[in-house]
């Protein structure tokens, strides 16, 4: 009997906690967005404490330190309206060759192109000191992860062409850093050079879009108080979708920083006409005196918002030429071409309050 009754008040008491957790619940679910914005204070306080443990949980994240010993260029662009400084990093021209057998899938490199490949692979794509692109690919990634930046932005030439085994390593390089990036496009990047007749454009540019996806909004950022826009294959004429598309842009007032792979003409002094005849042997950027990039009537249209007394522009930023340069566009526009990552040169942009 008295078993009997112990069981008895143990159901009950099972019952009552299921019937209030029911309740409980309920209330729960019915509790609107509007209700949630009005937490009492102690709850508020809870929430800070756990944003406060997790911002301290993310700080004590290390990453390894790179080994190799890159040379910097920093370049400062100010800009009116800021309430912080923004840093970006830059990385161009590293023309990366990962190739050292043939292969038979559609966009592996072929046999009758393996020479040529070694040769770029050890005349091209390697540091002063001897180390290839392929090794500093990895020692860029942790020196990318070991920095305080608000973005990355890799201005193209970033393969010495495009195949499976490179698409593939620069991807997971890619894929391992922890902010935001923006791949602008060159015609390395696109060029489907040694992978035989079958390996078309289209193909490359199929590859292309397994890294992150190549699309025109993924090279496009909106900061707020400034923009950041790439300008993908600039090594080929503008469409004239996409000069409507960078118009659009333009029209919206904010204040934009330019990333190209190919540089644009001074029409301060000559000074870049100099050393692109020194490095090159020919002006190898976007003037009307270059044999590769005269520009057509859609491009010079493009072009005449960059020159433009009251352009939105306020930095370009650019690689191709694999030499440094500093100087002026116009007397109001700024241009920077960065040196090439193959030389063991990264940039460092610091967008700051004027």
């Known amino acids: ?30 509790i609107t967005f509007e209700e949630i914005s009005k937490e ?62 043939a292969g038979d899938r559609n966009g592996d490199a072929r046999p009758e192109y393996l020479d040529a490949i070694d040769k770029r692979y050890e005349e091209l794509a390697i540091t002063e000191d001897g180390v290839h692109a392929e090794e500093l690919w990895p020692e860029i990634v942790r020196f990318i992860n070991c920095g305080d930046y608000d973005g990355a932005i890799f201005g193209g030439d970033m393969m010495d062409y495009c195949s499976n085994s490179n698409v593939k390593t620069i991807k997971e390089g890619l894929d391992q850093l922890h902010i935001p990036y923006m791949y602008v496009r060159a015609d390395h990047d696109y060029g489907v050079y040694y992978g035989g007749v079958f390996f078309t454009e289209e193909d490359g540019r199929a590859l292309h879009k397994t890294i992150d996806g190549d699309e025109m909004s993924h090279k496009f950022w909106d900061m707020g108080d400034f923009i950041v826009l790439g300008i993908d294959n600039s090594t080929k004429d503008m469409p004239e979708y996409y000069y409507n598309m960078v118009a659009e842009v333009y029209s919206r007032g904010k204040p934009v920083i330019m990333a190209t792979h190919v540089p644009y003409e001074s029409r301060v002094d000559d000074s870049l006409a100099q050393l692109s005849m020194q490095v090159r042997n020919q002006i190898y950027y976007w003037s009307a005196d270059s044999e590769h990039y005269k520009p057509n009537d859609v491009t010079q249209k493009y072009l005449n918002l960059l020159y433009s007394e009251d352009t939105v522009v306020e930095q370009v930023l650019a690689g191709h030429l694999h030499a440094s340069w500093d100087g002026m566009m116009t007397q109001q526009l700024p241009e920077h071409i960065f040196g090439p990552a193959f030389q063991g040169h990264i940039g460092i942009i610091h967008v700051i309050p004027k």
């Open 1 to 30: 009997m008295v078993l009997a009754c112990v069981l008895l008040a143990v159901i009950l008491t099972g019952i009552i906690m299921i019937a209030r957790r029911s309740k409980s619940q309920d209330t729960k679910e019915e």
């Open 40 to 101: 009492p204070e102690s709850s508020q306080s809870q929430e800070e404490t756990t944003q406060e443990e997790t911002e301290e949980e993310m700080e004590t994240i290390t990453y390894p330190q790179p080994e190799y010993d890159f040379t910097t260029e920093e370049v400062n662009v100010a800009i009116e309206g800021l309430d912080r400084e923004y840093t970006f990093v830059w990385v161009s021209d590293l023309h990366l060759v990962t190739d050292h057998e």
